[in-house]
Structures are given as C-alpha cells and as structure tokens.
Nanobody, 120 residues
Framework: QVHLVESGGGSVQSGGSLRLSCAAS????????MGWYRQAPGKQRELVAS???????MYEDSVKGRFTISRDSAKNTVYLQMNSLNEEDTAVYYC??????????????WGQGTQVTVSS
C-alpha cells in the first residue's frame, strides 16, 4: 500500500508562486509515474504535470513555461513549482502515483488534495 501526503497549497495573488510537495510512503515499485492533477469547481480533473522514474516529464499546455515538476527519489517526494499563477490555476490539486513491476498491471494512488486559490 502507498500513502501520499500533499502540502504547500494556499492562497496567492495573481503573478505569485507556490510550491506543492507530495511525499509518498510505503513500498514503491521501481517503475512509476508521479503526477499532479487539478480539479476546478464544475470542471473535470485534469493532468497538470507528471514525472517518471526516468525523469521524463510532461506538462499540460496551459502550464508550460510556468510550472516545473521535479522529484527527490531519496525522499520519494515530488514537487510542483508554480510560477506566474493566474486565476485560472485556482483548483484543488491532487498528487497521484502509479507504479508497477515489470510487465504487471499498474496500481494507482491519490493524495487527499490541496487547495490552490489565486486572486486578482
């Protein structure tokens, strides 16, 4: 079983920055992807950014150039540095982890979510 704990959300003015952290505990397989999703009121949850165990990253188009995802493998922690925040970034941000053994099915886990509110 894997447990994810997020931190770092809060309120910030437009143009500001926040850094989210997600610490994973438990037994994590060597093949994994950790990511950040967000869900705004009345909208579907969307993938914001992800990083694999090989440090391959991807970003949703609207955050490219503003957000940076990184990981500390020794701490089993993933970070999301969010710069130049705007009101459209307001949402609950969820950490996710999926992992698997070679040629085996993926297991998926979610954090409890952390609120990010950007005001003008």
């Amino acid at each position: 079983q894997v447990h994810l704990v997020e931190s770092g959300g809060g309120s910030v003015q437009s143009g500001g920055s926040l850094r989210l952290s997600c610490a994973a505990s438990g037994s994590i397989f060597s093949i994994y992807t950790m990511g950040w999703y967000r869900q705004a009121p009345g909208k579907q949850r969307e993938l914001v950014a992800s990083i694999t165990n090989r440090d391959s990253t991807m970003y949703e188009d609207s955050v490219k150039g503003r957000f940076t995802i990184s990981r500390d493998s020794a701490k089993n922690t993933v970070y999301l540095q969010m710069n130049s925040l705007n009101e459209e970034d307001t949402a609950v941000y969820y950490c996710s982890l999926k992992h698997r053994r070679m040629n085996k099915p993926w297991f998926n886990y979610w954090g409890q979510g952390t609120q990010v509110t950007v005001s003008s």
